[in-house]
């Protein structure tokens, strides 16, 4: 979640950046923002899972990533996650339709997949779960993936037709409490896990690695972390 002086990032989102106009703004929960935008062709190509950036101040960007893109691929939707009432959070619930904004579009390797993959986050983490799971879910060396999130109970219906195969579940005061009793819970199970990856609070993904480090018996390079949000900076 960078932030820089005000020429700064305007030569950076000048340089990097990619016109774009709001379609669709749908409030699908309490918590959860889905907008869809008609952007300018990326050369690259822009893909689900992608990590991309809004500049939503004169000084501030901010990460979030692309959930879904359209078969011409000049149109995306983005999930935003509306649950901390941070400056991030401010901007995306004032989008409406018809809004002009600039879509800086980032190199994201994505996630190994090969056998069983684990998908563990928040609700910051959603869109970017849900924009994997598409964007590999038609590739045949790929295994199944599965996983838990975890959101508030008023969000958790909203979110099941998004995440399939992902256990949605409700919150704890403590972020990341619910996930990692989940892990705790399931690893008896008859499942084994080849690769994770890890979104979200910070301080949650590292408890979660430490617990399929230790318990799981997952190799380090097997665990590929994103932390979004930590408890003591400025929220989302």
């Known amino acids: 979640m960078p932030s820089m002086p005000g020429l ?81 959070s401010r901007w995306a619930a004032a989008l409406d339709v018809g809004r002009e904004v600039v879509v800086l579009g980032m190199n994201t390797p994505v996630p190994s997949r090969q056998g069983n993959h684990l998908y563990l986050g928040d609700g910051s983490a959603v869109g970017t779960i849900r924009g994997l799971v598409n964007r590999a879910a038609g590739q045949d060396t790929h295994g199944p993936a599965s996983g838990a999130v975890e959101a508030p109970v008023e969000d958790r ?41 890890l979104f979200g609070h910070a301080q949650s993904i590292q408890r979660q690695r430490r617990i399929l480090l230790t318990r799981a018996g997952l190799a380090r390079k097997a665990i590929s972390t994103k932390p979004y949000w930590a408890t003591g900076k400025t929220g989302l």
């Open 8 to 88: 700064l990032a305007t030569i950076t989102e000048k340089s990097f950046g990619h016109r774009a106009a709001v379609t669709a703004a749908e409030r699908i929960s309490p918590h959860f923002l889905t907008v869809d935008l008609r952007v300018e062709p990326l050369k690259s190509g822009w893909k689900a899972g992608q990590d991309i950036q809004f500049r939503i101040d004169n000084n501030t960007f901010r990460h979030y990533s692309v959930m879904a893109v359209d078969e011409a691929g000049t149109a995306i939707s983005v999930l935003f996650h509306l649950g901390a009432d941070g400056p991030g």
């Open 157 to 197: 219906s909203a979110l099941v037709d998004l995440l399939p195969g992902i256990e949605i579940l409700p919150a704890a005061t403590i972020p990341g409490a619910a996930v990692a009793e989940w892990i705790e819970a399931t690893l008896d199970e008859a499942v084994r896990y080849d690769a994770a990856s």
